[in-house]
């Protein structure tokens, strides 16, 4: 008579992929659902991001005026009020933001912001894929141009744990499935990475 047993080291193993498999993922928002609640605020055009070169014009005053490119920090830096947040806003808010500062130094001070360049949208891609790295990607770029881009997902990713991290006020985390990218169901296809963001696949 053969006995037919699993070792406790086997089980163990067992145990823990399994446990591995049903892992919670943290918190997340459904690409769906993010595309949704994005559609309600009203749109303030092009965010300015790290590279981007920007040129900051203040009507009368040329000595206050300056032309930089956004530091790795997010940063420019202005006359008088020294170091401004830029990476993340819309040229209208930079401007307000510069307008609202410089009021100790100029009375009813006049602001455009001009972004004169932007730099190319390179996506990190990590996680289970064939070739992890950073992607140089065309502008207007989706999560499956990244996909390709790093030659496709491995045979241990989870198809329904497809991340994307963007840094707003604080780190979201946009949730998709292969499935829904590939055939375009629900908004997941709509989704256009911005300068800054990273798809990791789990």
């Known amino acids: 008579m053969v006995s037919v047993g699993i070792s406790n080291h086997a089980l163990w193993l067992g145990l823990l992929i399994a446990a591995a498999a049903c892992a919670p993922v943290g918190p997340y928002i459904w690409v769906d659902d993010y595309i949704a609640a994005a559609e309600k605020e009203p749109s ?43 990476a993340g806003l819309a040229r209208q808010a930079l401007a307000e933001q510069i307008r609202v ?65 963007r840094r707003q006020s604080a780190v979201v985390r946009i949730r998709a499935t292969f499935a829904a990218l590939s055939r375009g169901q629900g908004r997941a296809s709509a989704l256009r990475l911005q300068p800054g963001d990273c798809v990791i696949v789990e």
């Open 101 to 165: 500062q410089l009021k100790d130094y100029v009375n009813a001070p006049v602001v455009t912001i001009t972004v004169e360049e932007t730099r190319p949208l390179t996506v990190p891609v990590l996680g289970e894929v064939a070739h992890p790295g950073h992607y140089t990607l065309e502008k207007g770029s989706g999560v499956l141009e990244a996909l390709a881009s790093a030659g496709g997902l491995t045979d241990y990713a989870h198809s329904d744990r497809i991340f994307v991290l």
């Open 44 to 86: 303030q055009g092009y965010r300015i991001a790290v590279g981007d070169v920007v040129a900051v014009r203040v009507f009368g005053h040329d000595d206050l005026s300056v032309r930089q490119r956004v530091l790795d920090d997010g940063k420019l830096s202005v006359p008088f009020i020294k170091e401004v947040q830029a």
